[in-house]
């Protein structure tokens, strides 16, 4: 007698099977593609939120008082009035309080900021600031996916000692006075009225001239 042998599988029902196991397999194909989509999408609008609120190198700002549409059109103009919080975490404004002041805003991607703010710390570690006149500035633009992030960190590298106000994730405080290309400087009477603007990096003794013209008044 012949040994007995298990009776083949028809060809439709191994067909079937096959087609069972491929179902299986695309359906965890497309499992795993959602979730890699999902996890991608998650990064992204984290990534996103990071570079619009510029994480905690921002901070809310309060502005009172006319925007400056740009620049050109500053000088004669009263200045806002912005008050929020220091790079130092301190409560900081600034405002018309009857001492002229010069303004810098600052951006920590920007390679003439990171110019000037040595040239600036020289300066006032010559001995050079004046009791007369505000020397503030404003970290603003700033980005977590641009380059020299966190700006805290940089100006702390670079031992800079001005009052520096956080701008928030919008940059409102920059956009308020004018919008000005950076370095970005604002000079304004005791009285409060914008004398001038100036974008750009400073040349040897500018700073100075921009003081005069913050004593001298419009």
């Known amino acids: 007698m012949s040994p007995s042998r298990p009776p083949r599988p028809r060809a439709n029902q191994v067909t079937k099977a096959a087609q069972a196991g491929e179902g299986s397999k695309r359906i965890w194909i497309v499992a795993a593609v959602v979730a890699v989509v999902a996890f991608a999408g998650i990064i992204a609008v984290a990534i996103s939120q990071d570079a619009d609120d510029g994480?905690?190198?921002t901070a809310a700002v309060e502005i009172t008082g006319e925007r400056?549409?740009?620049?050109?059109?500053?000088?004669?103009?009263?200045?806002?009035?912005v008050s929020g919080t220091s790079v130092d975490g301190e409560s900081m404004s600034i405002e018309a309080d009857g001492r002229p002041k010069v303004i810098s805003?600052?951006?920590h991607w920007c390679p003439y900021c990171r110019n000037e703010v040595p040239r600036v710390v020289d300066w006032l570690e010559a001995g050079n600031?004046?009791?007369?006149?505000?020397?503030?500035?404003?970290?603003?633009?700033?980005?977590p996916i641009r380059e020299n992030y966190?700006?805290?960190?940089?100006?702390?590298?670079?031992?800079?000692?001005?009052?520096?106000l956080m701008d928030d994730g919008a940059s409102s405080t920059h956009a308020a006075f004018g919008g000005g290309g950076f370095p970005y400087f604002v000079?304004?009477?005791?009285?409060?009225?914008?004398?001038?603007t100036r974008s750009g990096e400073l040349a040897e003794g500018e700073l100075d001239q921009l003081i005069e013209q913050a004593r001298a008044g419009a």
């Not at 600031?129 to 980005?143: F, G, I, W």
């Not at 000079?187 to 001038?196: M, Q, S, Y």
């Open 55 to 57: 994480g905690e190198e």
């Open 68 to 81: 400056i549409a740009d620049p050109e059109s500053a000088p004669g103009q009263p200045m806002p009035e």
């Open 105 to 107: 805003f600052l951006a």
């Open 129 to 143: 600031e004046p009791d007369d006149v505000d020397l503030v500035a404003v970290s603003t633009n700033v980005s």
């Open 150 to 164: 966190p700006p805290s960190e940089w100006l702390e590298r670079e031992d800079w000692t001005l009052p520096t």
């Open 187 to 196: 000079v304004v009477d005791a009285d409060g009225t914008i004398v001038t």
